[in-house]
């Protein structure tokens, strides 16, 4: 089989060619309809996570090059082990990538994705960036029948990763206003799922006017142009004192500010974005402000399924998808590190 693979950090990806594997066990095997190309991949490419003041977080321990990105993985059951029951070949799926050592407290009490010795697709694991991807148990694979073909791939990190964050705000009523800060793939994402989740106002704010036009169209109560001093001025104004809560979708040192500053006393911010930086503020100004800041990493198995069933019955308009070839990987993370990309590119073998 032929995959894009990181054979050195920061360099472009290279097509090597393996053996196909053989399941075994409870394992399955994939071949490849889509793969998305998610922001994390970009870090994990470069090889690193930006702390901020010049520090970094390196994060090559975790794969062994040469490694396969690609933790949003769509694509049809060709083999499966011998353990396997309850999946038919020639089904087409979706798997869930952030899989955890299956041991540990936090796996049993079906938190996989925190889990302390993690085996995630595309991370530790070989991801979809490739012909085939193997699956280590079939419970990880999800039926899709109702979304789009390529589609279905992204909700797997992008909408996962959104629907989680937004299932984190609490004690949002009908006439708050939530702000969406940033509008790449995820945080499209994030606003169609809060248009479902939630009665109150969504607002987006973002740098880049063809992403505010974008989320205009995609039903944004109103937008704010964050390279516009004014913007919060208005944004305070319009909301009659500021935003119940924010979610960063981001994270950076500006998108935070953005979102803390937006955001009424006793409000809520929830980070996402990975975009790298540093925070500082003052210890009393916790309990003075009364504002709770929280981070969200995508979601456990169950909060896939109920994502997926919401997705399924119409309630979430999709985001823009473009198609690419495969052997187009290395532009595509090159257009998500320059912020070209509206919506989510998946690569095709």
């Known amino acids: 089989m032929k995959s894009e693979a990181i054979v050195e950090f920061g360099k472009p990806l290279k097509t090597i060619e393996s053996e196909t594997p053989k399941p075994k066990g409870k394992e399955v095997l994939l071949k490849i309809t889509y793969s998305g190309v998610c922001h994390s991949d970009v870090h994990l490419h470069d090889g690193y996570f930006d702390l901020g003041g010049g520090n970094q977080l390196p994060v090559g321990a975790a794969m062994n090059l040469p490694h396969t990105l690609g933790h949003e993985i769509e694509g049809e059951v060709v083999s499966v082990g011998p353990d396997v029951s309850d999946v038919e070949i020639g089904s087409s799926v979706v798997a869930y990538p952030w899989i955890g050592c299956g041991e540990c407290s936090t796996c049993e009490t079906g938190d996989e994705h925190y889990c302390n010795a993690p085996q995630q697709l595309g991370i530790q694991l070989p991801g979809g960036f490739s012909d085939f991807c193997l699956i280590p148990d079939s419970k990880y694979l999800l039926d899709y029948t109702g979304i789009r073909p390529g589609l279905a791939a992204t909700y797997m990190c992008s909408g996962l990763t959104a629907f989680g964050a937004l299932k984190k705000l609490v004690n949002v009523n009908d006439d708050d206003h939530i702000l969406i800060m940033g509008l790449g793939g995820v945080g499209m994402m994030?606003?169609?799922?809060?248009?479902?989740?939630?009665?109150?106002?969504?607002?987006?704010?973002?740098?880049?006017?063809?992403?505010?036009?974008?989320?205009?169209?995609?039903?944004?109560?109103?937008?704010?142009?964050?390279?516009?001093?004014?913007?919060?001025?208005?944004?305070?104004?319009?909301?009659?004192?500021?935003?119940?809560?924010?979610?960063?979708?981001?994270?950076?040192?500006?998108?935070?500010?953005?979102?803390?500053?937006?955001?009424?006393?006793?409000?809520?911010?929830?980070?996402?974005?990975?975009?790298?930086?540093?925070?500082?503020?003052?210890?009393?100004?916790?309990?003075?402000?009364?504002?709770?800041?929280?981070?969200?990493?995508?979601?456990?198995?169950?909060?896939?399924?109920?994502?997926?069933?919401?997705?399924?019955?119409?309630?979430?308009?999709?985001?823009?998808?473009?198609?690419?070839?495969?052997?187009?990987?290395?532009?595509?993370?090159?257009?998500?590190?320059?912020?070209?990309?509206?919506?989510?590119?998946?690569?095709?073998?």
Do not use: H, W
């Open 190 to 349: 994030g606003l169609q799922f809060a248009r479902s989740l939630f009665n109150c106002k969504i607002l987006a704010a973002d740098i880049d006017p063809n992403k505010l036009q974008a989320a205009q169209g995609a039903g944004a109560d109103e937008v704010y142009d964050t390279s516009d001093e004014l913007s919060l001025l208005k944004l305070i104004e319009d909301t009659k004192g500021g935003v119940k809560a924010a979610v960063d979708f981001v994270g950076a040192e500006k998108t935070l500010k953005y979102s803390m500053d937006s955001t009424k006393k006793g409000g809520q911010i929830v980070v996402v974005g990975l975009f790298g930086g540093a925070f500082q503020m003052p210890i009393p100004m916790f309990p003075l402000s009364a504002k709770s800041i929280g981070g969200s990493f995508v979601g456990n198995l169950d909060e896939t399924k109920e994502m997926l069933e919401l997705v399924k019955s119409g309630k979430v308009d999709p985001i823009p998808v473009a198609n690419r070839e495969m052997n187009q990987a290395t532009q595509t993370l090159d257009d998500l590190r320059e912020g070209a990309i509206t919506g989510r590119v998946v690569l095709q073998p």
